[in-house]
C-alpha cells in the first residue's frame, strides 16, 4: 500500500510540473520600485490595513521599535551570549522572535530564538543534514550572512550585488510588482493585480516565499541562494524556482513518507500537489494579505471560510447531509471544522509547535503506521491508537473501506 500512495503523489507532484503557462502580465518595461509609502496617498484603507499585519511587520529594527523585542534580555540564559546592542533586526514573534546582528553590509543570524509559546529560549543554529545550502557555509552562524539564505523574502527588490532592498518586509510591490510607472499614472495597465491573471500567476506570488526549494541556477554571485533570485511576479517562478521534491515512502527533514510538507513555510509545496490548486483556487481565495482580524489573515474565521464552496450534499461536498453525518463530531465542535481533518497541525515552526498542512488530503491512521505521518484522529485523541481510529473509520458507512488501509 505504501507504493500506492507514493505512486498517487508521484503522479500529483509530475502533472504539476507541467503546469507552466501563464497569462500575460500588464507592461511592466522600465518600471521601477518605489516603496510602499508611495501606495499610500490612493489606497488609504488596504494600505491602512496592511501596515498592521505581520507581512508588513516581520522584520524590524529595535532601535526604532524597542518594544519589538518579547523577551526580557536582562535576565541571562546560557543560550544569549549577545546584547540589545548587537541586535540590527528583530524577526518575527507569533511563533518563535529571531534577532540578527550586522556586520559590514551583510545580516547574519544570533545564535538563540525566542520560543514564543513555551516562552523559553532555544538554540538557533542550522545543523549539518538538514536544509540543502547547509554544506555551502562554515559552520558559524557569523559567516553564514542571511542576504542568501533569508533576505529575499523579508523584503522588497534584494538586489545581490549591492544587497540593497527598496524596503524590508513584504511591501506591496512584493506583490504587485514595481509601481514607478503606476504612481506616475495610474491605471490598470502599468500595475499587477494577482486577480487579475492566471490562478497559477496569482498562487506563484505567494509560493515564491511560502516554499521550500532551489534557484535554477546556483551558485549566484559567488553564493548560494535560498529564494528565488531574478523572480518579479508577473514572471514565471518555474523559470527561476525548483521546489524541494519529496522522497516518497520516507521521512526527510523537509517531508513525511506521503510527500506532505514536514516543516513551516512549506504551503506552497503542500498546496500544489493538491486538488484545489489543480482546480485554480487561489491562495487569496482563503487568505487576505491586506489584512484581516482572524488569525493568519483568513478572509473569515476558519470554522467558517470552507463552508463558501463545500457544504453538506452541495456540488463540492461533503455528500452526506449534514456536518455531523459527515464529521461523525457535533456540529459545534472543534472535530467538525474541515481544518481539524482536512489540515492538520504537522509541520513544525518551532519545538513541538506546529502549523497546518495545506494538501486537504485526510491522512488515514494506517499513513502513521506506515510512513510515521500523523493522522489527524489520533493527533487530535491523543490517548488513543491507530487501531482504535482505523476500527471507528470503518463504522462510518459512507467511509471509503479503500481509505481506510
Known sequence: MASAVAAVGFVLWSALALVVTHAQSPAQSGARYVGSAQCQSCHKDTY?????TRMAN????PKTHPDAIIPDLSKPDPLVTFRKDDIAFVYGGKWKQRYFTKVGDDYFPLGAQWDTTHKVWRRYFVADGTDWWVPHYPADNLKRPTGPTCDGCHSVNYDVKTKAVTEW?????????????????PNRSNIINPARVSAVQANDTCIQCHSQGQPLQNPIEGRYYDWPVGFDVGKSLSDFWKLDPPELGATTFLHFGDGTAHKNRMQGNDFVTSRMYLRGI??????DAHGSDNDTLLRRPAKDICARCHWPGGQNGPLAPTLERHTHHKADSPGSECVACHMPKIEQTIGDVNVRSHTFRFIPPSATDRLKIPNPCTTCHTTQSTAWAEAALKTWPEFSPWRVR
Do not use: F, I, Y
Open 48 to 52: 491602512a490595513g496592511w501596515s498592521k
Open 282 to 287: 487561489r491562495c487569496s481565495d482563503c487568505h
Open 58 to 61: 516581520v522584520v524590524v529594527d
Open 169 to 185: 518586509n513584504v511591501g506591496c510591490e512584493k506583490c504587485h510588482g514595481p509601481g514607478g510607472l503606476h504612481v506616475a499614472q
